[in-house]
């Protein structure tokens, strides 16, 4: 996306944001540049007063330096209202904006977020969605602050000497070629420095987060990744000073050739006086005004090096998200018909950016109502297998057919649930933890947290300490994460390893657990724990990204090697 189409977006999309106070804003700041341009008249008149010998005007005196007083003033109050509304307009702008933002991602494919540079672009568009305001402003707050100002003086300084505006417009011109070519530093430091800034978000989190500091300060780590942040600002220092001297050296061009402009003007004026092309009061006008001018300018100079020219990508960023219409879009209306069987049909899968496959040529039939544990061991592919089966991930090649027919995501979720390995630990009350599942559902909770032991917490207590709640233990989470998933009305429900956090003696009657409150549901269960689960109508023994078995208990332990290993090997653990 070119710079041109990402202002005119962010123009759109401030002004989309609340008419009446765009209007009401940047009618203000207009207002203000068309004062600012009243007293270089004023003084004009002033100055040539003051010079006569003769028939000096003492009311005009007055007068003028009444306008230049009374145009000072208003423009106090005019700053104070604005900067009021500023306050106001930038938060519902921010709010629109990170709304619109939520909303794209939102319809995202699930496979979206495996992808680094797919992360790298949200976190630059979250950043570019407070920073459109900020373009608009820089934008206005030239055309409409100083504009009119630099107008009325040009004005003058054509009056003076023809070639004054031209030396003013061969400056203004050289300054935006430095520009252009600074902008493009900008853009080279995002792409360069995303993956960094990343590293620092997630080092620091590992430092001070709730989730991290226990272990953290326990194994005494903090000094290693003290050591990886260090190492990772110190890397995005280096790669933003080669970036920042280049852009330097041609800050400090930009300053040299405005200070030989100003100088320039200045001699030129001068000699006008002397031959007495101009009056001591245009000339004193001016001289006042010109400093203003040089300010203006380096005003817009800095809009861009600070303002423009660094936050134009991460605006495109903004952009490229929300105004994408991906293919893989979340889609489509709610299943209305309930679902009676997945099949897949020579599904392979592999992750963004990795050539190894995780699933490889699998075909399977799960039909409504069974009860399906996939066993096998770390990286098997297990987990890539129920994210597949629910339509979270779309395979690489082949089909999964649900009651025969290929559907879209969203589609299906309505008719699912799951309690994967990795939950939420949501800051709310218990009650909310659970009702988060089905939040159209008015059904009783207490039935589910009796059923997963959770009945000796207040439902209305928050859960966790951030907020004045209390934490719960890593059991305790597991088993509200359980309730979450069953209080869902749904027919199929998925479970990745839902006993990792609780003890062998509670794990049996989890399982028995997980029977009875599923007898009406499909279940896809996720374990490495084999004791529990003869319960399973089938049982899939999965390695290297294949279904190597596919059985009850005692016939995987007749047919599978792979089985009949893992099974004898917890076996004598608990001998």
């Known amino acids: 996306m070119k710079s041109k189409n990402a202002i005119g977006k962010s123009f759109k999309e401030v002004y989309s944001a609340s008419k009446p106070l765009f209007i009401w804003n940047y009618g203000l700041t207009l207002l203000q540049g068309l004062l600012n341009a009243i007293p270089v008249i004023a003084l004009q008149f002033f100055f040539d007063q003051i010079t006569r010998i003769h028939e000096v005007d003492t009311?005009?005196?007055?007068?003028?330096?009444?306008?230049?007083?009374?145009?000072?003033?208003?423009?106090?109050a005019i700053r104070a209202i604005t900067s009021y509304n500023y306050e106001y307009y930038d938060l519902k702008i921010s709010k629109d904006m990170v709304n619109k933002l939520n909303a794209k991602i939102s319809r995202w494919n699930a496979l979206r977020f495996e992808d680094s540079q797919n992360l790298d672009l949200i976190g630059r568009a979250y950043d570019g969605s407070r920073y459109l305001r900020r373009i608009v402003d820089t934008i206005l707050l030239i055309a409409l602050y100083y504009i009119p100002e630099i107008v009325v003086i040009l004005?003058?300084?054509?009056?003076?000497?023809?070639?004054?505006?031209?030396?003013?417009?061969?400056?203004?011109?050289?300054?935006?070629?430095?520009?252009?070519?600074?902008?493009?530093?900008?853009?080279?430091?995002?792409?360069?420095?995303?993956?960094?800034?990343?590293?620092i978000k997630t080092y620091s989190g590992y430092l001070s987060a709730l989730d991290y500091y226990k272990e953290t300060k326990l194994l005494g780590l903090q000094k290693y990744f003290m050591e990886l942040l260090h190492a990772a600002f110190d890397q995005r220092k280096t790669v933003r000073w080669k970036f920042f001297s280049k852009a330097l050296r041609l800050d400090g061009c930009e300053k040299g050739i405005l200070l030989a402009g100003k100088i320039s003007i200045i001699l030129i004026l001068f000699l006008c006086v002397k031959q007495q092309a101009i009056t001591i009061g245009v000339f004193a006008a001016l001289l006042t005004s010109l400093n203003d001018v040089f300010n203006m300018m380096e005003g817009f100079i800095n809009a861009f090096s600070e303002g423009l020219t660094e936050v134009i990508e991460k605006v495109r960023s903004f952009f490229a998200i929300v105004d994408e219409d991906p293919e893989d879009a979340i889609e489509g209306e709610p299943l209305q018909d309930d679902i009676h069987q997945i099949e897949l049909k020579h599904v392979s899968f592999s992750y963004p950016n990795q050539t190894i496959e995780a699933i490889k040529n699998i075909s399977l039939t799960i039909r409504e109502g069974e009860h399906i544990a996939v066993v096998g061991k770390?990286?098997?592919?297990?987990?890539?297998?129920?994210?597949?089966?629910?339509?979270?991930?779309?395979?690489?090649?082949?089909?999964?057919?649900?009651?025969?027919?290929?559907?879209?995501?969203?589609?299906?979720?309505?008719?699912?649930?799951?309690?994967?390995?990795?939950?939420?630990?949501?800051?709310?009350?218990?009650?909310?933890?659970?009702?988060?599942?089905?939040?159209?559902?008015?059904?009783m909770i207490d039935p589910i947290v009796k059923a997963v032991d959770m009945t000796g917490l207040n439902s209305q207590t928050v859960l966790s300490n951030l907020f004045g709640g209390i934490e719960l233990s890593g059991g305790q989470w597991q088993r509200l994460a359980i309730a979450r998933g069953f209080y869902r009305s749904c027919q199929w429900i998925y479970l990745d390893e839902p006993t990792s956090s609780i003890d062998p003696i509670e794990e049996g009657a989890l399982f028995k657990l997980f029977h009875d409150l599923g007898k009406n549901k499909t279940s896809i269960i996720v374990t490495h724990r084999l004791g529990s689960i003869r319960f399973a109508d089938r049982i899939l023994v999965m390695d290297g990204g294949e279904i190597?078995?596919?059985?009850?208990?005692?016939?995987?332990?007749?047919?599978?090697?792979?089985?009949?290993?893992?099974?004898?090997?917890?076996?004598?653990?608990?001998?």
């Open 378 to 443: 770390n990286g098997s592919g297990k987990t890539t297998l129920v994210k597949l089966l629910s339509g979270l991930y779309t395979p690489k090649t082949g089909d999964i057919l649900y009651n025969g027919i290929p559907l879209e995501n969203n589609r299906l979720f309505e008719k699912q649930s799951a309690v994967f390995q990795n939950y939420g630990k949501y800051a709310v009350s218990l009650e909310e933890n659970i009702r988060l599942s089905d939040t159209n559902s008015n059904r």
């Open 548 to 575: 190597i078995g596919d059985g009850t208990h005692e016939e995987l332990m007749l047919q599978c090697e792979l089985y009949r290993n893992i099974w004898n090997s917890q076996a004598r653990l608990f001998r």
């Open 59 to 76: 009311k005009g005196i007055f007068l003028a330096l009444g306008i230049v007083v009374l145009v000072k003033t208003v423009n106090y």
């Open 155 to 199: 004005f003058y300084l054509y009056s003076a000497n023809a070639y004054l505006p031209l030396i003013v417009f061969v400056i203004l011109a050289t300054v935006f070629l430095i520009e252009k070519i600074q902008e493009r530093f900008y853009v080279n430091i995002e792409k360069e420095t995303a993956l960094l800034t990343r590293k």
